[in-house]
T-cell receptor, first 111, second 114 residues
């Protein structure tokens, strides 16, 4: 069973701090990795995707990928209360175009 | 207008009833997916379709069936609803081709089976 694992949290950080969210995956053939943000009762929306080892930055968000260690992380700089949500890691299962989602990490940014 | 729509948005039904959840999209995507979400369990794939003639079971297809009536429409049916099918259901679409295609989600249907 190909899996994607995340710590369910909640991860609490003070406003202005860096939030670090982690995801590990088991399918070594996976080539691309997605981070979605989901507010309570709402649908997931894409934050970042990454497919090369290293860092990818977009505004306050940085995705980090290490294929050798099979983990991908999301850093949120200058965290705001509006960042409080559940963050889902998604990995397309190699060769199938099915997306395997982690259970999500709930982030709480304290004002 | 929303690119991926789901109807109904909320539904309360009784055990044993047949229920259909509908999904429509205007994005022109070939791939469509149905997920359910339960607290603590994340998104789990029920069925997916890559075109009107291609329907595939996901990890939790038992008790569900689907119909791809057209490229833009993908319906999920519960033939005889049971209480443990109470969940939030999402439809999603993605483009065909390449490995880096994000999924676009509908607003969700909250289903309660009494």
């Amino acid at each position: 069973q190909k899996e994607v694992e995340q710590n369910s949290g909640p991860l609490s950080v003070p406003e202005g701090a860096i939030a670090s969210l982690n995801c590990t995956y088991s399918d070594r053939g996976s080539q691309s990795f997605f981070w979605y943000r989901q507010y309570s009762g709402k649908s997931p929306e894409l934050i970042m995707f990454i497919y090369s080892n290293g860092d990818k930055e977009d505004g306050r968000f940085t995705a980090q990928l290490n294929k050798a260690s099979q983990y991908v992380s999301l850093l949120i700089r200058d965290s705001q209360p509006s960042d409080s949500a559940t963050y889902l890691c998604a990995v397309p299962s190699s060769g199938t175009y099915k997306y395997i989602f982690g259970t999500g990490t709930r982030l709480k940014v304290l004002a | 207008d929303a690119d991926v729509t789901q109807t109904p948005r909320n539904r309360i039904t009784k055990t044993g009833k047949r229920i259909m959840l509908e999904c429509s999209q205007t994005k022109g995507h070939d791939r469509m997916y149905w997920y359910r979400q339960d607290p603590g369990l994340g998104l789990r794939l029920i069925y997916y379709s890559f075109d009107v003639k291609d329907i595939n079971k996901g990890e939790i297809s038992d008790g569900y069936s689907v119909s791809r009536q057209a490229q833009a429409k993908f319906s999920l049916s519960l033939e005889s609803a049971i209480p443990n099918q109470t969940a939030l259901y999402f439809c999603a679409t993605s483009e065909i081709g390449g490995d880096y295609n994000e999924q676009f989600f509908g607003p969700g249907t909250r289903l309660t089976v009494l």
